[in-house]
């Protein structure tokens, strides 16, 4: 069973929503951005989705974008993303990490190269905005093959005839992208992710995530309860950006900012179903 | 090692690609869309009431056909081959991108779009863009790099004074690649009503074959007009290349003459040896950008690098994925002329031929006025004076050290 069926399957057996968190790889320099993915597991974060920073993130806001710039600044790259996750293995073996970002720079490492490098760092999962199926066989075969499973983002544009398409060969969790839009902007109403999320159930077994546009404790708690799991980007990026100075240097406190706020998520998600047991 | 094909006009394939380049590389909110835009372009290129419309203006608004005209000063300066320019410059708007904005334009309506968004550079493309949308009320909103809009103030009041709105974007660069990332995301947070109108054969599919499908009007029209004029089709011919539509435009219809060199000129800024050039092709290697696989200024961790070139028009570190293609499959030549060549062949210009070229084309003529010295008197080689000056005086000042 890989670390996302498992996961997953705990995450079922406890009969709740999962809290899927995403950092930006190399944000806001190495070295705290490494204290934050090490401690992002005991804050509660059932799934780590970690971004692979890139020059021009068009499906993400400012904040993710700048973050983007933070890490790249700071010397991140892929070499150093895939490092930070095998560094993160030895103590935590558990933890799924998927990977978010842009294909550029996977072409520029290589596909076969990254996939096979990916899986021995122990990656479990790819969410690559910019690939859709139709161009995606040089890299998912070699990644398939390295045991890494390919997220398929489903956004509220999408028929239900691509729907069947989507979740064709897709493993570990179907993503739905909740608005029409970059992340960090509008939020969409929970009734209309419910009738999603069914809409998207209907094709496949496999849990689904909701992401874009979750921001506060109370919207992630009310997603996990009709979705497998909330996805939150922006607003833990934020706390990031606020502990740091003009000059993106950090102010105060990074690690404490972040992982407090992951926590709060994590608190909102676990006691949202208690509500409905009772 | 080049082989050649039957035919260089037969592409893109079913799912845009031109070789390993092209394609749809996009979120997964957009792919909706574009097959709405494929299937819309597809019929309306079919329908003879589309087509209809699309000449009309374009003979009574644009002002086309556009003059083929013999530049016969640049030809005796040079004292080799014979000199044409086909005048785009000469079009409503002073580029060729109005042939583009129109189709586009005429495309949304179509589709029951009511409101246009577009990316520019140089703000050719914006300025061409809000003058259809203008023409037909309909709501623009361009995005545009901050630096740009500092260095082509006329073309940022002219797009105002059209009633489009402006948005400058100051992320990245604050250039062209910027200003595309800005329109893809209004695009995405606004499906339902919005047509992004690209202004170059890039993009997603099916962006690159019907942005070079609405500018082929210039290579079509040029055939015949050499053809009054010698009897003959020309040997070469040389246009500037940043995204690639004009040169797309002109080149496509001559692809599969046999004998017919033909030859893009990209932006080599500083020189193609140092870090500051916009030439995808001869200083670039391939990668995925703005929906396609295609040639990209990136360094080694694939993260896209800046283009620079005086010229704001040709500042993209990307270019047309069919570029790419027919780049290696051998059939067009790519070459580069710096900033400073291109300011030489612009002063030329304007006292030569009396004309103003923008400084995108000036780098085509620079070119020209290195190799048409050495070619017989014989030989024709045509231009394309893709846009005019007026909108650079102010850069061109600046780099000569005059104060306006």
């Given at each position: 069973m890989s670390r996302l069926e498992a996961r997953f399957a705990a995450l079922r057996a406890e009969g709740r929503g999962g809290l899927v968190t995403f950092v930006t790889a190399g944000d806001p320099n190495i070295e705290l951005s490494v204290e934050i993915l090490a401690g992002l597991p005991a804050a509660g974060a059932d799934v780590i989705e970690l971004g692979m920073p890139?020059?021009?993130?068009?499906?993400?806001?400012p904040a993710i974008e700048l973050a983007s710039g933070r890490a790249l600044a700071a010397g991140q790259n892929m070499v150093r993303t895939l490092a930070m996750v095998a560094a993160f293995r030895?103590?935590?073996?558990?933890t799924p990490i998927v990977l978010m970002g842009y294909y550029n720079p996977i072409y520029a490492y290589g596909p076969e190269k990254f996939a096979a490098d990916a899986g021995s760092a122990g990656v479990d999962g790819m969410i690559i905005?910019?690939?859709p199926p139709e161009e995606e066989a040089e890299f998912s075969i070699p990644a398939r093959a390295a045991g890494i499973d390919m997220i398929r983002l489903v956004a509220p544009t999408t028929t239900d005839e691509r729907i069947t398409t989507l979740v064709e060969?897709?493993?570990g969790f179907v993503y739905y992208v909740?608005?029409?839009?970059?992340?960090?902007?509008s939020s969409a109403a929970v009734s209309d992710i419910a009738s999603n999320v069914a809409r998207i159930r209907k094709q496949t077994d496999l849990p689904i995530a909701v992401g874009f546009g979750i921001r506060t404790p109370s919207q992630a708690a009310d997603v996990a309860e009709v979705a497998d799991a909330a996805v939150v980007g922006t607003a833990i990026v934020e706390q990031v950006a606020d502990a740091?100075?003009?000059?993106?240097?950090?102010?105060?406190?990074v690690i404490g900012n972040t992982l407090g706020y992951v926590s709060q998520l994590a608190e909102a998600v676990r006691s949202a179903r208690d509500g409905n047991a009772l | 090692m080049t082989e050649t094909l039957?035919?260089?006009?037969?592409?893109?394939?079913?799912?845009?690609?031109f070789g390993i380049y092209g394609g749809r590389y996009v979120a997964e909110t957009l792919t909706p869309l574009l097959r709405e835009v494929e299937e819309a372009y597809e019929t309306a290129k079919a329908d003879p009431a589309f087509r209809a419309e699309f000449n009309n203006l374009m003979t009574h608004?644009?002002?086309?056909?556009?003059p083929l005209y013999f530049a016969s000063r640049i030809t005796e300066h040079c004292g080799g081959a014979k000199v044409y320019f086909k005048?785009?410059?000469?079009?409503h708007t002073g580029a060729h991108k109005i042939n583009n904005t129109l189709g586009q334009v005429l495309l949304a309506r179509r589709m029951g779009k009511t409101r246009i968004i577009a990316e520019t550079g140089a703000g050719q493309h914006g300025v061409a863009t809000a003058t259809i949308c203008a023409l037909f009320g309909i709501p623009c909103v361009v995005y545009m790099g901050a630096v740009d809009i500092e260095r082509q103030k006329p073309n940022v009041f002219r797009m105002k004074l059209l009633g489009a709105e402006v948005v400058p974007v100051s992320s990245g660069s604050s250039t062209l690649k910027d200003a595309m990332n800005g329109a893809l995301r209004d695009w995405v947070a606004h499906v339902d009503d919005t047509f992004y109108v690209i202004?170059?054969?890039?993009?997603?599919?099916?962006y690159p074959a019907m942005v070079r499908d609405f500018q082929s009007v210039i290579g079509i029209e040029t055939r015949e007009q050499i053809m009054a004029a010698e009897g003959r089709l020309p040997d070469t011919l040389v246009a500037c290349i940043g995204g690639g539509s004009n040169a797309m435009g002109l080149f496509h219809p001559f692809l599969?003459?046999?004998g017919i060199r033909v030859i893009g000129v990209e932006a080599?800024?500083?020189?193609?040896?140092?870090?500051?050039?916009?030439a995808s092709l001869s200083g670039g290697s391939p990668g995925v950008l703005h929906g396609n696989r295609t040639y990209l200024l990136q360094d080694d961790d694939g993260q896209i690098a800046e283009a620079h070139s005086i010229s704001a028009g040709l500042d993209y570190p990307g270019i047309g994925p069919e570029h790419a293609w027919l780049h290696d499959s051998g059939r067009v030549e790519y070459v580069s002329a710096t900033d400073t060549d291109a300011l030489d062949a612009f002063q030329l210009c304007c006292k030569l031929e009396g004309i103003i070229p923008a400084l995108e084309p000036a780098h085509a003529l620079a070119h020209v006025l290195r190799i048409a010295p050495d070619l017989p008197s014989d030989h024709i080689l045509i231009m394309n004076m893709?846009?005019?000056?007026d909108k650079d005086v102010f850069s061109v000042a600046d780099a000569l050290g005059v104060e306006i």
């Open positions: 890139f020059t021009d993130p068009m499906a993400d806001g030895k103590t935590d073996n558990e905005v910019d690939l060969n897709a493993s909740s608005v029409r839009g970059i992340t960090g902007t740091l100075d003009d000059h993106g240097v950090p102010a105060g406190d | 039957n035919t260089y006009r037969a592409g893109p394939d079913e799912n845009g690609h608004y644009v002002g086309r056909p556009s005048r785009d410059e000469l079009n202004g170059t054969v890039a993009g997603p599919h099916p599969d003459d046999d080599a800024g500083d020189g193609i040896d140092t870090d500051r050039h916009a893709c846009g005019r000056g």
